[in-house]
């Protein structure tokens, strides 16, 4: 986790212990991953940034108020930020600010009174089913690598696992008897998942496969070389691997496979809800961006198949 920049050499109003009792937070309490905690780390800096530059810095946080934040919203858009940019840095201030007042040390939060900038959503990158079969059967080999990765590959795209619950997933978690993983998701909040199939035969035979070799104190399930837990990294370098393998010629993620997932369940059937259980979402209309994929693949075999098209 990156720490905060200290300023306080300029008279900050902001203390860095008081970022990082907040980073602090959102890690134990909240449950945010690696990759959150330094958005937020940088977003605040940004805005700390800001503060110095209009001489606001040293009356922090009483200085701050919803007419800075429309300031501050303006200074992003001079310098060529995004919308969605912005948006971001908003949400993280209302949530830096809700944590002051909750330890009493403000009191309105200026961010809720403040309108988040608008941006459209860009659909996700998926594969075709063709294109997730290959990916997830490149693995060749009875090695034990090679098994793990089979395994890891058939989660991710056949219960729609994020990169982080995957690699949380500890022994206890497992239950190969009637198929179901316990996933820590977002925030803490656990969530069964249920898997079958191809899925379940993988993680089964790589399960059979680590029986025989030292369980880590902390009980990971997917093990690197040296016995410990697989890091987030390692499962990307795993997909990258495999895509170049399978001759797929694009970017390939694992939420690539978690998109790829949830948009070949919608389009055979599943309805929204169901699959809002699957993923973790707390918010159906997150779920509904997978709608978007499925009209517009159905849209183009419309284009190219209809007569009149």
Request: hydrophobic share 35%.
């Amino acid at each position: 986790m990156d720490k905060p920049q200290d300023r306080s050499g300029s008279g900050a109003g902001i203390s860095p212990v008081q970022i990082q009792r907040f980073l602090e937070y959102q890690r134990y309490e909240r449950g945010a991953s690696e990759h959150t905690l330094r958005a937020y780390g940088k977003d605040l800096d940004d805005f700390i940034g800001f503060l110095a530059r209009t001489g606001r810095l040293g009356g922090f946080p009483s200085c701050v108020d919803r007419l800075t934040l429309r300031h501050y919203i303006g200074d992003m858009s001079s310098r060529g930020l995004s919308n969605r940019s912005a948006a971001r840095r908003i949400s993280c201030l209302r949530s830096f600010f809700r944590f002051l007042r909750m330890r009493n040390e403000t009191g309105e939060n200026p961010a809720d009174m403040i309108r988040t900038p608008k941006f459209s959503r860009s659909l996700p990158d998926v594969l075709d089913e063709k294109q997730s079969g290959a990916l997830v059967e490149a693995p060749e080999g009875d090695s034990f690598a090679a098994v793990r990765d089979r395994a890891i590959l058939e989660l991710l795209y056949g219960a729609g696992l994020r990169v982080g619950e995957l690699t949380g997933l500890n022994g206890q978690d497992v239950d190969l008897r009637i198929g179901v993983l316990r996933v820590r998701g977002k925030g803490k909040k656990e969530r069964l998942v249920p898997i079958a199939g191809e899925a379940m035969a993988a993680l089964k035979r790589y399960m059979d496969a680590r029986a025989g070799r030292p369980v880590p104190a902390d009980g990971a399930v997917f093990l690197n070389r040296l016995g410990t837990r697989l890091d987030q990294r390692s499962i990307r370098r795993i997909v990258r691997k495999y895509a170049g393998k399978s001759g797929l010629n694009v970017r390939v993620t694992p939420h690539t496979l978690r998109h790829s997932c949830a948009t070949h369940l919608l389009n055979r059937g599943a309805d929204l809800r169901s699959l809002q259980e699957l993923l973790g979402h707390s918010s159906l209309s997150t779920t509904q961006i997978y709608t978007h994929l499925t009209m517009a693949a159905l849209r183009a075999i419309y284009d190219k198949s209809h007569p009149r098209a």
